[in-house]
């Protein structure tokens, strides 16, 4: 409780895991807190759990919103959708003008436009934060991605520095511009995250089917480049994945696990948005369809009858050469996910008026969140030293990383093709990065076929003017018209 007002500082509604560990994180750094939920069974376990600490948790909205110091700083970790809606709803009218009301979920970044433009009308400060870290990430410490009204957040700040993963003594938070900034950035975030994993999930099949490495090679895989430049909270899982048995058994919990990814939607709403922004992340689209072929199951298991060939293997005289062209082939596809992630960053920040910091974005995923890596240093850097850059693959270092880590690329999926093993996200990275190193494009036929069939009309190289042609024309000055 605050000493000058007897009141709680931060208030929580939805006492779920990730409410409850949040409000436990701040309690632990000294904040007087309080929860709401309307089950009294989450109430009463908040209560246990923050035995001793400055914690107190309410069935009632109207006791709740009255406990607290003003103006009010509230966030709601509730399902994102419809639930949000109601929550705001019931919370309004109990609030006062100046309060701010904080959404942690993943809420779809157009809600949260709406939602602040609703509330801003009623004199509430309403923030879309993105939070990620889960569950550990929460009590422990979060990287968290706020974004709103700039001068409501120095009364958020203190709390959220005081609870936030900390690399290198800085805190993951930071203020990451007006209106659903802070959920844009926390989707792609999560685009990120999608792409990321289906690469480490494509590994997976190369060492167990390409190289018929048993779970115990590849956790050592996995921990050897955990120790390395691949160093990240998504590797350092997957090591201790390999490791784990199903309770009661003698073998890994993995392999008892249906081959069907779900998903909440992050990750597809990142390429639907990219989509929209013109901007290509060809690797975190391929994780989402991967996603979405894994539940055809049905399907799946008919085409491996129809389409079964000779065991697909590799030639694996020296699989430890393959392993380290691998380890090259992860790296390269990862900084190219990640640019992809940027880039998508910096197109919105430019059409939504986000004004994103990039070094900023870097800086706070570096800790506390799911995408955390020892590669964001670089991201950091880069964007650091030009706050313009137009691509991070047009970084000095990143080009150096590149290079260096591209011929393990091209030999890795060269050699899966061959084999017949699926490694989409690594080979679309690959093709992304050669498209995008092409100064000429085969776009000029694409033009073409499209002013043949349908008079698009086109450019030409070094001439003025839009043009179109009358591909069937018998005349020759019937040809080509200056439109
Ligand atoms: C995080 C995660 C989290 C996300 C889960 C599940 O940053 O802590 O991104 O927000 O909800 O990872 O996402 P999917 O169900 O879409 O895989």
């Not at 309080?34 to 009294?40: E, L, M, S």
């Not at 969140?369 to 030293?385: T, V």
């Not at 030409?460 to 069937?472: P, S």
Request: charged share 25%.
């Amino acid at each position: 409780m605050s000493e000058t007002s007897n009141k709680y500082t931060f208030g929580m509604i939805g006492l779920g895991t990730m409410g409850r560990n949040l409000l436990l994180n701040m309690a632990d750094h000294g904040f007087a807190v309080a929860g709401f939920d309307k089950n009294p069974a989450q109430v009463a376990l908040l209560e246990k759990e923050g035995h001793g600490k400055p914690v107190k948790a309410f069935t009632s909205a109207h006791d709740f919103v009255q406990s607290l110091q003003t103006p009010r700083s509230i966030i709601m970790l509730v399902p994102a959708g419809k639930i949000v809606d109601s929550v705001i709803k019931e919370m309004t009218p109990l609030l006062d003008k100046g309060d701010i009301l904080i959404d942690g979920g993943n809420s779809h970044f157009t809600d949260t436009t709406r939602r602040v433009t609703e509330l801003e009308a009623k004199g509430l400060h309403f923030f879309g934060m993105g939070i990620s870290g889960g569950e550990e990430g929460a009590r422990k410490g979060p990287s968290m991605m706020p974004g709103g009204d700039k001068q409501a957040y120095s009364q958020m700040k203190p709390v959220f520095d005081a609870i936030a993963a900390k690399v290198d003594g800085e805190p993951c938070v930071t203020y990451i511009g007006p209106g659903a900034a802070g959920h844009f950035v926390k989707m792609v975030h999560n685009g990120i995250e999608y792409g990321l994993m289906q690469l480490i999930a494509e590994t997976y099949e190369l060492l167990k089917n390409g190289l018929k490495f048993d779970n115990d090679a590849i956790h050592k895989v996995f921990e050897k480049w955990d120790e390395g430049r691949l160093q990240s909270f998504l590797i350092d899982i997957t090591k201790d994945i390999f490791a784990f048995k199903a309770p009661g058994t003698d073998h890994l919990l993995v392999d008892d696990i249906k081959d069907e990814a779900r998903a909440k939607g992050t990750g597809k709403w990142t390429s639907q948005v990219a989509m929209d922004l013109e901007t290509p992340i060809t690797t975190i689209d391929t994780a989402v369809a991967m996603r979405d072929l894994s539940k055809y199951k049905q399907l799946r298991e008919k085409a491996a009858t129809l389409y079964s060939t000779e065991e697909t293997q590799l030639d694996n005289d020296n699989t430890d050469t393959i392993v380290a062209e691998l380890e090259k082939a992860f790296f390269f596809s990862m900084i190219i996910t990640y640019s992809q992630g940027m880039h998508l960053l910096q197109k919105a920040s430019k059409d939504f008026q986000y004004n994103l910091n990039l070094d900023e974005i870097a800086k706070i995923w570096r800790g506390g969140c799911i995408i955390r890596s020892l590669f964001l240093n670089d991201i950091f850097n880069a964007y650091q030293k030009d706050p313009s850059l137009q691509h991070l693959l047009l970084d000095g270092k990143v080009k150096e990383l590149i290079a260096e880590a591209l011929p393990g690329a091209r030999s890795i999926v060269s050699k899966a093709t061959a084999a017949g093993i699926a490694m989409p996200a690594y080979a679309s990275s690959l093709s992304y990065f050669d498209a995008f190193r092409s100064k000429r494009m085969p776009s000029n036929l694409i033009q073409a076929q499209r002013d043949y069939f349908g008079a698009h009309t086109y450019e030409l190289i070094g001439k003025e003017g839009v043009f179109h042609t009358q591909w069937l024309a018998e005349n020759e000055e019937d040809l080509i018209h200056n439109t």
